[in-house]
């Protein structure tokens, strides 16, 4: 969960793109950081493998204002999407504050998405958390492409929780900030209650 430090008066969080390999999480925290001021965040941290998928995670720290006096500062990581490497989402997840699910919206993707969800809601039990007390919102990814599950697919296949949604498309950034702010919402609005 958040790290405060009452000393410097500054709340670190810890935001989560989860979601199937080559759905678009890097290119997500790419098109942040390309968009956000100078003074609003830190370098990216990229771990990549030779074909650019990520391995580790890619870290984007941002700060967002103010809350009851704290600085507000959000730590953006990526999990890697491949199976094999479960271990290294399982540390990545760990202290997550919120998540994005990042679905690749191609009808060739649907059984990778819910394997991928699967995962996450394992991952999660396993160290803890009350999935109902987790806040995460979807993100239904490459909306430009030809071939896409209808929206009212996804929400029925991947979003039995009707959590807050938005259709993206990273690559140009459509629906990135939108998701950004919704999950940030939410992690203030839990954070709200812990200060």
């Known amino acids: 969960m958040s790290f405060v430090n009452y000393n410097t008066k500054e709340v670190n969080c810890k935001i989560v793109y989860y979601g199937p390999g080559l ?32 391995i580790f995670f890619d870290f984007l720290p941002l700060e967002l204002g103010e809350i009851r006096g704290f600085k507000t500062r959000f730590h953006l990581y990526t999990v890697p999407g491949q199976a094999f490497y479960e271990a290294s989402r399982k540390l990545i997840l760990r202290g997550v504050d919120g998540i994005i699910f990042v679905a690749d919206s191609q009808v060739e993707k649907m059984d990778a998405n819910i394997k991928s969800l699967e995962s996450l809601e394992t991952d999660l039990k396993e160290q803890g958390y009350d999935l109902s007390k987790v806040p995460m919102v979807m993100q239904w990814n490459k909306r430009d492409l030809p071939n896409v599950v209808a ?10 929780r009707r959590l807050p949604s938005h259709e993206g498309v990273a690559m140009n950034g459509l629906g990135v900030f939108e998701t950004l702010k919704s999950i940030s919402k939410l992690v203030l609005m839990n954070l709200k209650g812990g200060l």
């Open 151 to 160: 929206v009212k697919d996804l929400e029925a296949q991947l979003n039995k």
């Open 23 to 54: 759905g678009g999480k890097t290119t997500n925290i790419q098109h942040v950081y390309k968009k956000t001021s100078g003074e609003s965040k830190s370098d990216v941290i990229s771990l990549n493998t030779e074909n650019e998928r990520t």
